[in-house]
């Protein structure tokens, strides 16, 4: 099982809005609406920003949304802020054999 | 309140044993599977398996199996990962998360394995 495909890094300015990629295949993204998203702040343990594609938890601000098209997921961050610096997991169901795969993470600057 | 609260931080050598832990408390234990996933320093999340301790079902990512061992005790709501003999490749730390429905929505604080000689 490989890894979901997402960019190294990304950046923006306060106020601007930026969307990370997760390309996957019709395995994992493209073959279910399971994709959920997770920021993991410094030294901290990740945090549920989105799942089943595009729901947000309860206590996750709007400004955070998520959509699929395809086998590529997108996470979309609008009205950056400096707390929004952190690295982003997407992850996919990928079947009941070995259920979840991560993508490599992308680490978000608000500059 | 949910909460996963795992043991603390090993120190081991190569070829030692080791068996953490992840006990969870504020819901039905047995009825939630619980993921383990690896992050090796300055690295990204790696899913390793999961357990559903209501059964003990386990499945682990075909880059962990035979490497480790997940169970649980659901008679002390509490999962373990282990393995036989640690590699200094094992360094990383080591979180366990509560999945429901296809996702994980509550994570432990994680677990620093160390392995050097």
């Known amino acids: 099982q490989s890894a979901l495909t997402q960019p190294a890094s990304v950046s923006g300015s306060p106020g601007q809005s930026i969307t990370i990629s997760c390309t996957g295949t019709s395995s994992d993204v493209g073959g279910y609406n399971s994709v959920s998203w997770y920021q993991q702040l410094p030294g901290k343990a990740p945090k549920l920003m989105i799942y089943d594609v595009s729901k947000r938890p309860s206590g996750v601000s709007n400004r955070f949304s998520g959509s699929k098209s395809g086998n590529t997921a997108s996470l979309t961050i609008s009205g950056l802020q400096a707390e929004d610096e952190a690295d982003y997991y997407c992850c996919s169901y990928a079947g009941s054999s070995t259920f979840e795969v991560f993508g490599g993470g992308t680490k978000l600057t608000v500059l | 309140e949910v909460q996963l609260v795992q043991s603390g931080a090993e120190v081991k050598k190569p070829g030692e044993s080791l068996k953490i832990s992840c006990k969870g408390s504020?819901?039905?234990?047995?009825?939630?599977?619980i993921g383990w996933v690896r992050q090796m320093p300055g690295k990204g999340l790696e899913w390793m398996g999961i357990?559903?301790?209501?059964?003990?079902?386990?499945r682990y990512s075909p880059s962990f199996q035979g490497q480790v061992t997940i169970s649980a005790d659901k008679s002390i709501s509490t999962a373990y990962l282990q393995w036989s003999s640690l590699k200094a490749s094992d360094t990383a730390l080591y979180y366990c998360a509560r999945r429901d429905g296809r996702y994980y929505d509550y994570w432990g604080q994680g677990t620093l394995v160390t392995v050097s000689s």
């Open positions: 357990i559903y301790p209501g059964d003990s079902d386990t």
């Open positions: 504020g819901y039905s234990f047995s009825s939630y599977w």
